[in-house]
């Protein structure tokens, strides 16, 4: 079974300050997913990396793919209060890849203090 | 659009009673997935349903847990039986298979509690 490992689990900084969270497996995966879930909501899908080495933005955020598949971290720069949340991982196990079955990492807290 | 809708939102039962929970996923989207969630952790796959194919239930923890899909729309998750571990917060997601890789729209999730 392919696992997928988050760190830290948790997570408690001031505004302005940068972190990096990160998700790591020994198994390659097709592809892999950051999601970031709110109180009382569903996860809602950030980013998708699928290439080896793939960096992508998405404003104050940077994610990574690891060059063999098996890891990636998420950057934020600048953090705002707005950036709290439980941050997910989600892994597409080449196994399964034509079915969408995604394993999950069990998640970061990330609390910003004003 | 509509996104995924889930209810109820909240569902408090005791245990050893049936509980269904709805999915209402979004319109054409022929990909369907159920997960649980315990407090602030990652999500644990339960059972995936595509097209008119058999649904994959590899995921579900024992036969108390079952799930059905009907037109290849709106689907339920029944538990039978239940017992104080099922409490968690069941959330459903859908996707379409022209998205490679599935990127999947969850919704708001079921909180169960079972006293």
């Known amino acids: 079974t392919q696992l997928l490992e988050q760190s830290p689990q948790f997570l408690s900084i001031q505004e302005g300050e940068n972190l990096t969270v990160y998700c790591n497996s020994s198994?390659?995966?097709?592809?892999l997913q950051w999601y970031r879930q709110e109180p009382g909501e569903g996860p809602v899908l950030l980013v998708t990396?699928?290439?080896?080495?793939e960096v992508k933005k998405l404003k104050r955020l940077t994610f990574q793919f690891g060059d063999a598949r098996k890891d990636s971290s998420l950057h934020i720069t600048a953090a705002q209060p707005g950036d709290t949340g439980l941050y997910l991982c989600?892994?597409?196990?080449?196994?399964?890849?034509?079915?969408?079955?995604?394993?999950f990492g069990q998640g970061t807290t990330l609390q910003v203090k004003p | 659009g509509a996104g995924v809708s889930q209810s109820p939102s909240n569902k408090v039962t005791e245990k050893g009673k049936d509980v269904e929970l709805r999915c209402d996923p979004i319109?054409?989207?022929?990909?369907l997935y159920w997960y649980r969630q315990s407090l602030g952790q990652g999500l644990e796959f339960l059972i995936y349903?595509?097209?008119?194919?058999?649904?994959?239930k590899s995921g579900l923890p024992s036969d108390r847990f079952s799930a059905e899909r009907t037109g290849g729309s709106v689907s339920t998750l029944t538990i039978q039986r239940t017992q104080q571990e099922d409490s968690a917060v069941y959330l459903c997601?859908?996707?379409?298979?022209?998205?490679?890789?599935?990127?999947?729209?969850f919704g708001p999730g079921t909180r169960l509690t079972v006293t």
């Open positions: 997601a859908s996707s379409s298979r022209r998205n490679n890789p599935y990127e999947q729209y």
């Open positions: 198994s390659v995966f097709s592809s």
């Open positions: 990396v699928v290439t080896g080495g």
């Open positions: 989600a892994g597409d196990p080449p196994a399964v890849s034509n079915t969408g079955k995604l394993i």
């Open positions: 319109s054409g989207h022929t990909a």
């Open positions: 349903f595509q097209g008119n194919s058999a649904p994959d």
